[in-house]
């Protein structure tokens, strides 16, 4: 069982940046990769970012990349979206997921969730 907590969300203005925040705890040794994906509401929840563990290699969706960058900590087990030039399209609850198995990184097959974060970007 892996549990992930997500920190950092909150109200910023257009252009402005946030930093999120997941701490993971538990059996982490077999994670493969770990994701932000994010929902609107009436939307259906879709693929932010994702970073290899071992490798770091990360994933953007088309509408964060050159904005959003994914990093992480493999000594405190966190994972951080750092969110730059915010646009109000990018409101929405942000979860940080957990995948345990080799694989498209983009894809919502992913074994653990977290609460979720709310980031609200106003114009």
């Known amino acids: 069982q892996v549990q992930l907590v997500e920190s950092g969300g909150g109200l910023v203005q257009a252009g402005g940046s946030l930093r999120l925040s997941c701490a993971a705890s538990g059996r982490t040794f077999s994670t493969y990769g770990m994701g932000w994906f994010r929902q609107a509401p009436g939307k259906e929840r879709e693929f932010v970012a994702a970073?290899?563990?071992?490798?770091?290699?990360?994933s953007y969706a088309d509408s964060v990349k050159g904005r959003f960058t994914i990093s992480r900590d493999r000594a405190k087990k966190t994972v951080y979206l750092q969110m730059n030039s915010l646009k109000p399209e990018d409101t929405a609850v942000y979860y940080c997921a957990v995948r345990l198995h080799s694989g498209d990184v983009s894809t919502p097959e992913y074994d653990y969730w977290g609460q979720g974060t709310q980031v609200t970007v106003s114009s």
């Open positions: 970073i290899t563990w071992s490798g770091g290699r990360t």
